[in-house]
């Protein structure tokens, strides 16, 4: 948290971060402006579920195979065979806000080369589906144009919310009431 809050505009919420895979006997999570970090399980406090994003995408020994290929059959489209299921664990974008890079963890297990998260082109339909949803409340985006967004608190349950601001009220009571005792 302290690492994450130095490059950040002021007070940091405790942030909603994405899961993103096991090193180890840790967790590497990442804050929805793409910082990366790896926490022991017990500093967990809350899991707020969702649906994990599947896309198409390239396995690495695929691409290196591609680029062998001369100039002219690599500009061709690739076919359906090249491409795997994988999810999709966070995108970075252009300073246009075009989508720039995806990172995925296949399916298959034996597709993954390192311990995290790896980069892969996508297929066409894959990169589409990404255009509408890759968004700081869905997934982790990091982006080269700007300062990101350290907290996903769009993401947190209304019950949460509600209990955040309950406890906070609760505090500030008792902090005002005490202040007049000597």
Not at 22 to 38: K, T
Not at 56 to 72: I, N, S, W
Not at 106 to 120: H, I, K, R, S
Not at 154 to 163: G, I, N, V, Y
Request: a positive charge; hydrophobic letters at 40%; glycine letters at 6%.
């Amino acid at each position: 948290m302290r690492e994450a809050a130095i490059a950040s505009p002021g007070f940091i919420e405790l942030p909603f971060w994405f899961s993103q895979c096991v090193v180890g006997d840790q967790l590497e999570i990442r804050s929805p402006g793409g910082y990366v970090a790896r926490v022991s399980p017990g500093d967990i406090c809350d899991i707020v579920p969702a649906d994990p994003v599947v896309v198409q995408a390239m396995p690495r020994h695929v691409l290196v195979q591609r680029q062998k290929l001369p100039v002219r059959e690599r500009q061709t489209e690739p076919g359906p065979e090249c491409y795997r299921p994988a999810y999709l664990m966070w995108v970075m974008k252009d300073r246009w806000n075009r989508l720039d890079a995806a990172f995925v963890r296949f399916l298959d297990g034996t597709l993954n080369e390192e311990a995290g998260p790896q980069q892969a082109p996508l297929d066409t339909a894959s990169h589409q589906l990404l255009r509408s949803i890759a968004r700081r409340d869905r997934m982790p985006v990091a982006s080269r144009a700007g300062r990101a967004s350290w907290s996903a608190v769009t993401r947190e349950l209304a019950t949460h919310r509600e209990a955040r601001k309950a406890s906070r009220k609760f505090f500030a009571a008792a902090l005002s009431s005490s202040s007049g005792c000597a």
